[in-house]
């Protein structure tokens, strides 16, 4: 048998490389896979693999490995606990369950899992989820520039998968997730998944009318919002008939895809606001210094 070149070598690396990565994909598409990643938490808090279950099956979660990468080979691999993951679900892996519950709004307590973890730097780096017998299942390589460019503090942001549909380790696919949303969504679907996104920019009231005086009914109004990009920051401001701001939502805060925004009728200051007709005044700012206001009204009917 003839001896290959250089040249041969290269290539016949090459294609298994592409091989390998159509693998993972495959494998990442159908069954368990990386969804959230908060590698560089708040001072004294603790970080935290999101996983998603994209097939049509349960997966018992026993099988696979986190595994730490080193230079261009796998190293340590670290055991995960018994749970199964039904499909369509979530589970998230942690060494400290109590910091996440604490620092961000975790929808199902149960789905959060502690175990030891390797330690993912700030500048950069992979996070590799392999089977029990080192096949790589799915790899994400991070970086900070995967956050959005608005954002002046990375620490305590998670990165949030945007599709499942799309290759993880495709950086177009990865966003900082909401403000909105506390900057992370651990145990619950992502804020900036595309599956939410809209045609158009849409926010609705669910009620034109508050009457916030405890009985259950109407007690505060949410302004639902859907948005066909998800790199934008917004402001609300509430104002009275007299234009006089009483009371400031969100102050140039990171939006999710999808969200909403509650107003109870309350000012600054915490005390109620007198009947009468009020005006959200909704400010979007773009990456580009592009800016779009729009202005809603709600009626304020005290009983």
Not at 73 to 82: F, I, N, R, T, V
Not at 239 to 253: C, E, I, S
Request: contains cysteine; charged residues 20%.
């Amino acid at each position: 048998m003839a001896e290959m070149d250089g040249s041969g070598m290269r290539k016949t690396a090459a294609m298994l490389a592409a091989l390998a990565l159509s693998v993972t994909a495959v494998l990442a598409q159908n069954g368990l896979t990386i969804s959230e990643l908060l590698y560089q938490p708040k001072s004294g808090e603790a970080e935290y693999v999101e996983l998603y279950n994209n097939g049509s099956q349960p997966v018992e979660l026993a099988d696979y490995h986190i595994v730490r990468w080193v230079g261009d080979s796998l190293g340590k691999h670290y055991a995960l606990p018994q749970l199964t993951v039904p499909a369509r679900g979530y589970v998230v892996l942690t060494k400290d369950a109590a910091s996440v519950e604490t620092h961000y709004d975790v929808a199902r307590r149960e789905l959060l899992v502690e175990c030891a973890l390797p330690t993912y730097p700030n500048d950069g780096g992979s996070l590799v989820l392999a089977t029990v017998d080192s096949m790589v299942v799915d790899r994400l390589d991070y970086s900070p520039a995967m956050h959005s460019r608005l954002l002046r503090n990375k620490a305590g942001v998670a990165l949030e998968r945007r599709s499942f549909e799309r290759q993880t380790n495709d950086p177009a696919n990865w966003f900082s997730a909401a403000s909105t949303a506390g900057y992370g969504t651990p145990t619950g679907p992502n804020s900036q998944s595309t599956e939410w996104l809209a045609e158009e920019v849409s926010f609705t009231l669910s009620s034109t009318l508050l009457s916030p005086d405890g009985d259950g009914y109407q007690d505060a109004v949410a302004l639902e919002y859907t948005l066909e990009e998800g790199d934008l920051m917004a402001s609300m401001l509430i104002y009275d008939a007299a234009g006089r701001k009483v009371r400031r939502l969100l102050n140039n805060a990171l939006l999710g895809t999808h969200g909403s925004v509650e107003w109870d009728g309350r000012d600054d200051g915490g005390k109620q606001v007198p009947r009468g007709r009020y005006v959200l005044d909704i400010t979007l700012y773009g990456l580009h210094g592009t800016q779009q206001t729009m202005r809603r009204t709600i009626s304020v009917v005290n009983r």
